[in-house]
């Protein structure tokens, strides 16, 4: 089968289950895989939401209620979508395999491959995330900016090394997206679902499994003599998203303690 590395809309409209097949991402070609991308957009972002919380000193919040409700329903059902586009193929072909194949050599599926790049394209799109919150007037947490910030950095790297565990990392966030944003669709809603500080303890897990995976994978790794060809990935990659991990398994710790640990403190004393 002839791969293909760009996806032309005429032709994804005429045959998409086809095209989706035969794609694969490759570095300089593919649209947006160059370096520039997540330069401009990363950078970029910090200009726009720093540029505009400034612009909203001294102007009423914009609530932006209908777009929200959009935007959150939008963004759990595409992650729902991706998550199947890559644990489905993975597990049918890979899981069978053993745990080298499924974390070193998972299977080369079209749908895989655009499934990472849909969560690529994904992390840009979810920067919007960070604007809504700043046309609300709502303080914006270190946690918060830096996990969109690196996030994009974070996919770029691992789709340009063909990081082989790269999936595990995305269909774990992608698992994590469903809830959250399904979660933030039924506040929009005027819902307020119990299970809020939930949503931090999966993420907490995600990274977890995220850093367990990323072991194996440099055991592997130092089994084949740190060869490409024996597990996918370069040590360079790999340790970036060691680095990002850790960092985010960190502050998401210690945003639970915060957030929940003192919350609880407060209330005993109160009824102390």
Same mark, same amino acid.
């Given at each position: 089968?002839?791969?293909?590395?760009?996806?032309?809309?005429?032709?994804?409209?005429?045959?998409?289950?086809?095209?989706?097949?035969?794609?694969?991402?490759?570095?300089?070609?593919?649209?947006?895989?160059?370096?520039?991308?997540?330069?401009?957009?990363?950078?970029?972002?910090?200009?726009?939401?720093?540029?505009?919380?400034?612009?909203?000193?001294?102007?009423?919040?914009?609530?932006?209620?209908?777009?929200?409700?959009?935007?959150?329903l939008?963004?759990?059902?595409?992650?729902?979508?991706?998550?199947?586009?890559?644990?489905?193929? $993975?597990?049918?072909? @890979?899981?069978?395999?053993?745990?080298?194949?499924?974390?070193?050599?998972? $299977?080369?599926?079209?749908?895989?491959?655009?499934?990472?790049?849909?969560?690529?394209? @994904?992390? /840009?799109?979810?920067?919007?995330?960070?604007?809504?919150?700043?046309?609300?007037?709502?303080?914006?947490?270190?946690?918060?900016?830096?996990?969109?910030?690196?996030?994009?950095?974070?996919?770029? /790297?691992?789709?340009?090394?063909?990081?082989?565990?790269?999936?595990?990392?995305?269909?774990?966030?992608?698992?994590?997206?469903?809830?959250?944003?399904?979660?933030?669709?039924?506040?929009?809603?005027?819902?307020?679902?119990?299970?809020?500080?939930?949503?931090?303890?999966?993420?907490?897990?995600?990274?977890?499994?995220?850093?367990?995976?990323?072991?194996?994978?440099?055991y592997?790794?130092?089994?084949?003599?740190?060869?490409?060809?024996?597990? @996918?990935?370069?040590?360079?990659?790999?340790?970036?998203?060691?680095?990002?991990?850790?960092?985010?398994?960190?502050?998401?710790?210690?945003f639970?303690?915060? @957030?929940?640990?003192?919350?609880?403190?407060?209330?005993?004393?109160?009824?102390?």
């Amino acid at each position: 089968m002839e791969h293909i590395n760009e996806i032309n809309l005429k032709d994804f409209f005429e045959n998409p289950i086809g095209l989706i097949e035969r794609f694969r991402w490759k570095n300089e070609v593919t649209p947006f895989s160059t370096i520039l991308f997540p330069i401009v957009c990363s950078f970029g972002y910090l200009a726009v939401i720093y540029g505009l919380q400034s612009f909203m000193k001294n102007k009423k919040e914009i609530k932006l209620h209908g777009f929200a409700l959009f935007h959150n329903l939008f963004l759990c059902l595409l992650s729902l979508f991706m998550f199947l586009g890559i644990v489905v193929p $993975i597990a049918k072909s @890979s899981f069978p395999q053993g745990l080298y194949h499924s974390l070193c050599k998972p $299977i080369d599926s079209g749908l895989v491959n655009f499934s990472y790049y849909i969560f690529y394209l @994904s992390k /840009v799109y979810e920067f919007i995330d960070t604007i809504i919150q700043v046309l609300r007037k709502k303080n914006l947490i270190f946690l918060h900016v830096y996990h969109h910030f690196i996030t994009l950095w974070l996919v770029w /790297v691992n789709l340009t090394m063909d990081t082989g565990v790269q999936w595990v990392d995305i269909s774990a966030n992608c698992f994590v997206h469903i809830i959250m944003y399904f979660y933030y669709f039924q506040t929009e809603r005027g819902i307020n679902p119990w299970w809020k500080k939930y949503i931090t303890v999966v993420q907490i897990i995600q990274f977890v499994v995220d850093m367990g995976t990323h072991i194996l994978w440099h055991y592997f790794d130092v089994q084949g003599n740190y060869n490409p060809n024996y597990c @996918s990935g370069t040590l360079t990659a790999s340790f970036f998203s060691d680095f990002v991990i850790l960092s985010f398994l960190g502050l998401f710790i210690q945003f639970f303690v915060k @957030s929940y640990n003192n919350k609880r403190s407060a209330i005993k004393k109160k009824a102390n």
